[in-house]
């Protein structure tokens, strides 16, 4: 495809089309005039605007999962647009039009927001299906208008359409930036209404009628106010199961901060039924203290404590938390903090003796509530003189920090995620991969220890992955026997690892096995572990931990092998943490479909295959209905295989690279929705322009120094991620750019010139060659996420690539019209 939003076909002169050409031209006089470029572009930006606002409002109200669905939804509604063109190609105005898409958008808010969906009991509740297929309906209802709109425009111009196209790239391209904008300073829902002001205006622009700008300019008007203070019925409302949702429902809770950035909401509750002490030994004999609770995209709680490091109270109570260990052995250290949540670690760290700690606090917006509305609460912790604050991800700050630490400690700062909802199977995680526990690794002195603590699940996986992971970093820097190095041990719901860069010595053991019996943690692993001391506290039917640790420990890849849940460690690569699927996880799933509340029915990957099917179906329909409807008076014959391989390869191709550069750079540029942007700003620029060079350039030439560039790329990009991680974000967003635009402008020649010739050799097949390219794209959107989820975004490249090479093959048979 040429671009994310995927403009509608030209429908050109033919028997089928030649009186339709006619229709068009009342609703529109000049095709590439001023106001019918400036609507078309305010239509395509308010039409990316609207998707990456639809992702950020799905991830906080319901889950990853819907968030993904977004991207297959945008493809699948402008891909209709096209078949709809196809079978009725006259049109209601373009003013009309605009106003529909606006009109649209705030149906499918109000829909998703006022229309309560239950995840957790979809598997009974057939209902729930019900609802879930309308959400997906007005949620593509304003992708299929705007497709409509876009395809009018092309439609008119004819065989000059590469000009309306790249408008509509560019409009899309500025979308973007547009959207993280409104999301930032105005939230979630001052993006939707951008998206809908958007619209307005694309229809103030398009209508010639006096009374109706004046209407428009009313509408916009209060879209705009209601985007900046949205009346409280439509501010949005969060799933019942989400962590937020939950806390809110205490009788004195209250709701003191609700923050947007333009990757985040950010949300703070105060009540005095919260307490958050992850791994607490039992022995604890402590007051807990006054805290408030912080949720990040309604995920959580992470406790902003009352509490000063100073006091003796935070003496007492790091006593009895499991990362003290690592202190005890390490008095004095020079700490660092990895994803350090709101201060609790902190707290515990400076308490339990470190003399100097370094924070690397992922998202800005804690920072910000730490040291505006909550500073006094929480004792102005972030102004601490023993602090030293890097408002970067872990992986940029492992990075630019030395190696001069001796303790580093990946904070326990997500909240318990059960492994059967695998309601975050697809949600990327670069700290807890092997490359970044191997970079931790690498910044501890001689004597440093590493700590990392996980929840426990029964049965054993988000613990016995970190496990498997921190055992892999170990062999990778050639510790091919690292049981000296390690010790495990679990309290009532959370495992601590810690790892040394010395084997332990029988002091420190002694010193560790007097901190386990003084706060009953059960050792999993130690070098000299005794079986008499397994499973004396937290006692189970069988130590299932020690285990599966200890197998792990001797034959990793058996072991790993033969486990019901997928505990293969995470790279850069294939950075899903939460990925525990397995295909033999299936009869235990759907023997408990419906007896237990796990958000659609138990797996997210399950959840992809059913999208995976659903948009199959949605493209055999798309495909199949010009074919039969356009072809039964048999003025029409379709195009050969060579014409529908190489659209189709094109709408494979694009998404096939752009979901996993998405994913990529998230890496190189720190959150997902700056990637997401940067991404789709750079390649749908970047393809606009091409798009405009489309007739001077090449076709064959242009799709091989593609398939070349996109090799090189591959081949390069870790390399740059690697180099340039340390850059400051500007230099890093520079570089994202330089990397992508070269791909994205041949990106947008084949799609422009394949039209252009496919006008010229069967203009009939036109609306048939979309509605291929658009559903294939729809359908390889969700193949991009199965792919790199088992195989790793390097493979889903590759297969974006030879779908490239693929079109590359079938041009010479486009050229020659089969």
């Known amino acids: 495809m040429g671009s994310h939003v995927r403009p509608a076909p030209f429908i050109q002169k033919d028997s089928f089309a030649r009186i339709q050409v006619h229709e068009?031209?009342?609703?529109?006089?000049?095709?590439?005039?001023?106001?019918?470029?400036?609507?078309?572009?305010?239509?395509?930006?308010?039409?990316?605007?609207?998707?990456?606002?639809?992702?950020?409002?799905?991830?906080?109200?319901?889950?990853?999962?819907?968030?993904?669905?977004?991207?297959s939804l945008a493809v699948m509604g402008i891909a209709a647009s096209g078949v709809l063109l196809a079978l009725r190609p006259k049109h209601p105005p373009l003013s009309v039009l605009a106003f529909a898409y606006a009109l649209s958008i705030v149906l499918a808010y109000l829909t998703i927001n006022l229309l309560p969906f239950d995840s957790y009991s979809i598997a009974w509740d057939r209902r729930q299906i019900g609802i879930l297929i309308f959400y997906f309906f007005v949620a593509g209802l304003p992708f299929l208008l705007a497709g409509w709109t876009i395809g009018a425009c092309l439609t008119a111009a004819g065989r000059e359409a590469h000009l309306p196209y790249a408008a509509n790239l560019v409009g899309s391209a500025l979308g973007c930036p547009a959207a993280l904008a409104a999301l930032t300073f105005f939230g979630g829902e001052g993006a939707v209404a951008l998206a809908i002001s958007l619209g307005l205006l694309a229809a103030f622009v398009l209508t010639p009628r006096t009374p109706f700008r004046a209407i428009l300019v009313v509408l916009f008007a209060i879209t705009i106010w209601g985007g900046i203070d949205p009346p409280k019925t439509l501010t949005l409302r969060l799933s019942p199961y989400k962590p937020l949702s939950v806390t809110s429902l205490a009788p004195d809770a209250q709701t003191t901060v609700t923050r947007w950035s333009a990757s985040t909401r950010i949300d703070v509750v105060e009540s005095n039924s919260i307490h958050v002490l992850p791994?607490?030994?039992?022995?604890?004999?402590?007051?807990?203290?006054?805290?408030?609770?912080?949720?990040?995209?309604?995920?959580?709680?992470?406790?902003?404590?009352?509490?000063?490091?100073?006091?003796?109270?935070?003496?007492?109570?790091?006593?009895?938390?499991?990362?003290?260990?690592?202190?005890?052995?390490?008095?004095?250290?020079?700490?660092?903090?990895?994803?350090?949540?709101?201060?609790?670690?902190?707290?515990?760290?400076?308490?339990?003796?470190?003399?100097?700690?370094?924070?690397?606090?992922?998202?800005?917006?804690?920072?910000?509530?730490?040291?505006?509305p909550y500073a006094d609460f929480s004792y102005h912790l972030l102004d601490d003189p023993r602090l030293t604050v890097i408002s970067r991800p872990s992986r940029s700050?492992?990075?630019?920090?030395?190696?001069?630490?001796?303790?580093?400690?990946?904070?326990?700062?997500?909240?318990?995620?059960?492994?059967?909802?695998?309601?975050?199977?697809?949600?990327?995680?670069?700290?807890?991969?092997?490359?970044?526990?191997?970079?931790?690794?690498?910044?501890?002195?001689?004597?440093?220890?590493?700590?990392?603590?996980?929840?426990?699940?029964?049965?054993?996986?988000?613990?016995?992955?970190t496990w498997a992971t921190l055992l892999a970093a170990l062999r990778a820097h050639g510790i091919n026997d690292p049981a000296s190095y390690l010790v495990a041990y679990r309290g009532m719901r959370t495992a601590t690892m810690i790892a040394a860069k010395q084997p332990f010595s029988p002091t420190e053991l002694n010193s560790i096995r007097t901190f386990l019996q003084e706060n009953a943690f059960d050792p999993i692993h130690l070098p000299d572990l005794e079986p008499s001391e397994l499973n004396r506290y937290n006692q189970l039917p069988r130590d299932t931990y020690h285990e599966l640790f200890s197998s792990l420990l001797k034959d990793p890849s058996a072991?790993?092998?033969?486990?019901?849940?997928?505990?293969?460690?995470?790279?850069?690569?294939?950075?899903?943490?939460?990925?525990?699927?397995?295909?033999?996880?299936?009869?235990?799933?759907?023997?408990?479909?419906?007896?237990?509340?796990?958000?659609?029915?138990?797996?997210?990957?399950?959840?992809?295959?059913?999208?995976?099917?659903?948009?199959?179906?949605?493209?055999?329909?798309?495909?199949?209905?010009?074919?039969?409807?356009?072809?039964?008076?048999?003025?029409?014959?379709?195009?050969?295989?060579?014409?529908?391989?190489?659209?189709?390869?094109?709408g494979a191709g694009y998404l096939l690279i752009e979901i996993p550069l998405i994913q990529k750079l998230t890496l190189l540029l720190d959150r997902p929705a700056l990637a997401l942007a940067t991404v789709l700003f750079t390649l749908l620029l970047t393809s606009g322009i091409g798009s405009l060079l489309s007739t001077r350039l090449n076709l064959r030439t242009s799709l091989a120094i593609l398939v070349i560039l996109l090799g090189l790329t591959i081949?390069?990009?870790?390399?740059?991620?690697?180099?340039?991680?340390?850059?400051?974000?500007?230099?890093?967003?520079?570089?994202?750019?330089?990397?992508?635009?070269?791909?994205?402008?041949?990106?947008?020649?084949?799609?422009?010139?394949?039209?252009?010739?496919?006008?010229?050799?069967?203009?009939?097949?036109?609306?048939?060659?979309?509605?291929?390219?658009?559903?294939?794209?729809?359908?390889s959107g969700v193949l991009a996420a199965l792919i790199s989820l088992d195989a790793g975004f390097t493979v889903t490249l590759v297969v974006g690539t030879l779908a490239y090479l693929g079109a590359w093959s079938t041009a010479p048979k486009l050229t020659q019209g089969g």
């Open 279 to 372: 791994g607490l030994s039992l022995n604890a004999k402590i007051e807990p203290p006054l805290q408030a609770a912080l949720f990040v995209d309604g995920d959580g709680p992470l406790p902003i404590n009352n509490l000063s490091p100073n006091e003796s109270k935070a003496k007492n109570l790091s006593a009895y938390m499991p990362a003290a260990l690592a202190f005890q052995l390490r008095p004095n250290a020079q700490a660092l903090l990895l994803q350090p949540g709101a201060g609790l670690d902190t707290i515990i760290a400076l308490a339990a003796g470190a003399s100097h700690v370094t924070l690397a606090i992922d998202e800005p917006l804690i920072q910000e509530i730490l040291t505006g």
């Open 24 to 71: 068009l031209e009342p609703t529109l006089h000049q095709p590439r005039s001023t106001s019918t470029t400036l609507g078309l572009g305010l239509i395509s930006a308010g039409t990316l605007a609207f998707e990456i606002g639809l992702t950020r409002l799905f991830a906080v109200q319901q889950f990853h999962h819907f968030a993904f669905m977004v991207i």
């Open 715 to 779: 081949i390069a990009l870790p390399w740059i991620i690697e180099l340039a991680l340390p850059w400051s974000l500007v230099a890093r967003l520079l570089m994202a750019v330089a990397v992508l635009s070269p791909c994205g402008l041949l990106m947008g020649v084949p799609f422009a010139t394949g039209l252009r010739r496919l006008e010229e050799r069967s203009p009939g097949s036109i609306p048939w060659a979309w509605a291929i390219n658009g559903s294939i794209s729809g359908v």
């Open 397 to 465: 700050v492992l990075h630019i920090v030395q190696p001069d630490y001796d303790v580093i400690q990946f904070a326990l700062s997500q909240s318990y995620r059960p492994v059967a909802s695998g309601a975050f199977s697809i949600t990327e995680d670069f700290s807890l991969t092997v490359e970044a526990i191997g970079e931790a690794y690498d910044q501890l002195t001689e004597k440093g220890l590493l700590v990392i603590t996980r929840w426990l699940g029964t049965p054993p996986s988000e613990s016995a992955r």
């Open 559 to 650: 072991t790993i092998d033969s486990y019901s849940f997928n505990l293969k460690p995470p790279t850069d690569d294939r950075p899903f943490f939460y990925h525990f699927f397995r295909w033999r996880q299936i009869p235990d799933i759907m023997a408990t479909l419906g007896l237990v509340w796990q958000p659609f029915g138990g797996s997210g990957y399950l959840v992809l295959l059913a999208l995976l099917g659903l948009m199959i179906l949605l493209s055999i329909l798309l495909i199949l209905s010009p074919l039969i409807i356009l072809g039964r008076g048999g003025s029409w014959s379709p195009p050969g295989w060579g014409t529908i391989g190489y659209f189709a390869c094109l």
